[in-house]
């Protein structure tokens, strides 16, 4: 056991911090909100982020780049968009510093005083759809499908590595479409992209679904959204992609040429994940010994740790290994010899298990003589000791038993911690209990009014109406009026 | 030729603009100085950042992300930076907007104002050196080689696209060592690292050299730079390399433990290219049908047009060049079957010419019958008709020849353009016409009173002082003042 992190079941945000810390993945910086990502934490956002540019790419997207400030009489183009993002957000009002007459160090320049402030990009629907105003003219060039990987900045008052932060970093696209059909058919796509990359890749089990009116985008018609469940039972949002109609193409009259020669608005889909994952990926595999991560998404996969006295036997044992070393980067695994001579075999152990490597390889001198090799997997933290021959073709599927167990393995917490549930008392009981907290499908009677006073009441919120849902006639948790559905409550991030 | 733009001997500034805007590579946004980079312009960065992530990777850097803010604070800890960077920047005061009380849209909250002011980052030295403090305690701990890809504002008065913008994308390299040595010499390793991308990768010599202390970064020791020559004789400087020594291990207090238990300051490097290097590319090979892009950034490599009428004549065609096409893509290259309808081939081929594709394959009828292709390389502009068979290795051929020649014929123009010169007014002469204007090599007393004496009457600057360059007794070309080695003279961008 690492002593250094809190335990999970002690103070479960506290073992959280303990993680994203010891595991070097990122820290608080001295810019109030805005986090360092250290160079481990970055590595694995890469991993992700290279995935995600592919499977954007497969499905016909280009990337783009868009500037990071926004006139402010953009954001209020759009009424409910202004609403929603144009409150806590960085503002830019002058444009230089000039040294202070009293000698300490630089102040403002009041002379440098922009005529229209600048607002730091919260997200870029506005400035991408006053942009396109200028690309879009005929059905011809219908339809625009960009992305973009930025920064956003959006000033939260309560932070949290990687969870809430002021800047995080991200991808938004942004579509246009000549039709409503084929825009909700794009935001549909986009939303099972990021369904298979968080399941295939991230192994996080996920509920697709659509938000309530009261929880939709600011400025969409529909969101789209994904949810998992940690492991304290709260629910996180990992993605959604929104369907917003013609509005921002209205705000910024946006229109093309139909193939009959009349002009159309034109229609939109945006659609994001952030380095929020990074924090849903923390706290749904990883345990009291540290970070757990998924083979796919690996900075690296395996470790080779020498048991040895002196640097002879250690030359001996890299000469041994060297060869599989070799074989698996071939294959495109990520493999490092740890040689550092300054730490015992014991804590070099603890620090791969704190980091979340998914398979420990260590060589004694016993091994070297039997030509075998001990073979440690992190999600389970069993051991074995394995022939060297054929041993690549072991790691191998080990890899992939590890990215499979550790699906599975959340899979079946969700399971564990999802319930039926037709009584009010049972609802609060459940959603009240640490242990038992978790998702709770449950009719609701569609009004928003319900909505509120179930979260006033309970903290819990409708975190999506499920796209899978069978219909099936029922009556409001908490009102008893008729329902047709189930949706998914939960306390969340 | 296409119409659509200006020749370079009629306007080279406005053949640049054109290009960008015709080739699809960038536009001016409605935020002053901000550009967007469009999807063409887009995927050759994404092209120069991969390769180069590569190369940093391979010399053992790492990437990690830091605050887009910057506490105003820190910038006048290192005096020298202060001066150099805190002047033109964009300065966030605030962190509200309100509804406008007179109902016109959202105003800024003037409760909402910072106690301390926010500069939007126009490089990272402070901020990341302040986080190093707390990441370095021990000489184990070095040394720290760190990336970072990112945006930047430099709020700068006259703009031009990707040349000089207010934000624009780069990576900026910060490390720390443990010896002025090693930070020397890592400063030398990531100028060559730059020399082999630009002359390897983007085709365009460069000469490597040092700044003259007028010119180097604010706060450093020492300045390296490659810089190149555009086809209108002026001087770009493509890349910079600084040491850093201990300036701002001192401005933020950043020691280390070293083996001998006493505690010393850190030694620092920072190095950098950015976007502009899109304005190098375009101002060394495109002509004046477009842009020119070698193979080896390219994001396509291979496009092919048939020559038909109807889709039946279209669809044999392409049955006929469905397998190079699958095995030009199985060796790495993008390729496109053009099958829009709507377009002609000669408009085709003028806007693939825009576009600076390498190679523009096309069949026709008789082709298809003969077995044969027609191929046209875009650098030279020549055609030929080749058989199918075989054709695959051609093109590999012809790609390389194509990178190869346009690294050969930069080289040439450079050469030609370079001047051995000892005499005031010839200097004088070549700088000032247009048909001359280059690289003068010539002597230089050393003196900052002598570099801007000349500066003022000629606007030519010292791009650097060579690192190839051999010692020899000379005369300053302006004062007469001994000399012993010659530096680079140009005007510049």
């Known amino acids: 056991m690492a002593k250094e992190i809190t335990g999970r079941n002690e103070n479960y945000s506290q073992w959280y911090l303990d993680i994203v810390k010891k595991a070097d993945l990122a820290e608080n910086s001295d810019v109030r909100g805005c986090m360092v990502i250290k160079p481990y934490g970055y590595a694995i956002w890469e991993n992700m982020r290279d995935q995600l540019d592919r499977m954007f790419k497969e499905t016909g997207h280009v990337n783009a780049y868009f500037p990071l400030f926004i006139p402010k009489s953009f954001l209020s183009k759009e009424a409910d968009h202004v609403e929603g993002f144009a409150k806590e957000c960085a503002v830019v009002t002058h444009y230089r510093l000039k040294n202070d007459p009293d000698g300490k160090g630089v102040i403002v320049d009041p002379e440098a005083k922009l005529e229209e402030e600048l607002i730091v990009r919260p997200t870029s629907e506005t400035i991408i759809w006053n942009t396109y105003r200028d690309w879009i003219k005929s059905y011809r060039d219908l339809p625009l499908l960009i992305n973009q990987w930025a920064n956003v900045v959006r000033w939260e008052m309560r932070t949290r590595l990687f969870l809430r932060t002021a800047e995080f970093l991200w991808q938004e696209g942004h579509t246009a479409h000549a039709t409503a059909k084929e825009a909700v058919e794009e935001t549909e796509r986009m939303l099972d992209v990021y369904a298979d990359f968080v399941e295939g890749y991230m192994a996080i089990p996920v509920i697709r679904g659509r938000k309530t009116p009261g929880e939709r985008f600011a400025g969409a018609l529909d969101t789209y959204c994904i949810e998992a469940m940690m492991q304290d039972g709260l629910a996180l949002q990992a993605g959604t992609s929104h369907f917003l109609g013609q509005n921002f193409a209205k705000a910024f009259d946006v229109k093309f040429q139909n193939k009959e020669g009349q002009m159309e608005l034109v229609w939109a889909t945006s659609w994001g994940v952030s380095t929020r994952l990074i924090g849903a990926l923390i706290m749904t595999h990883s345990d009291d010994d540290g970070l757990v991560v998924p083979p796919k998404i690996a900075p ?36 490092k010899f740890d040689d550092d001579e300054t730490k015992r075999p014991g804590n070099k152990f603890a620090d791969y298990e704190m980091r979340g490597v998914p398979v420990r390889l260590a060589m004694g001198m016993r091994d070297l003589e039997n030509s075998t090799i001990e073979v440690a997997r992190r999600d389970t933290k069993t051991k074995e000791t ?50 038992t907290r978790g998702f709770i499908m449950a009719h609701w009677d569609g009004s928003p009014e319900t909505e509120d006073k179930i979260k006033e009441l309970t903290k819990a919120t409708i975190r999506c109406i499920p796209l899978d849902a069978t219909e099936e006639d029922g009556k409001c948790i908490l009102t008893g009026n008729p329902s047709r559905q189930r949706v998914v409550f939960a306390r969340n991030y």
């Not at 002879?312 to 041994?320: G, S, V």
């Not at 038993?401 to 564990?416: T, V």
Request: hydrophobic share 45%; charged share 30%; glycine share 4%.
């Open 300 to 335: 690296l996969h395996v470790v080779i740790v020498p048991i040895h006295k002196g640097t002879e036997q250690m030359d001996e044992i890299f000469a041994k290994v060297k060869p599989l070393m070799a074989e698996l980067k071939s294959k495109g695994y990520k493999v």
């Open 386 to 435: 394995v022939a060297l021959e054929g041993i690549v073709g072991h790691i191998e599927k080990l890899l992939e038993d590890i990215q499979s167990n550790l699906f599975q393995r959340a899979l079946d917490f969700r399971s564990s911690r999802t319930y039926l549930v037709d009584n009010w008392d049972e609802f609060v009981r459940i959603i009240e209990d640490d242990t």
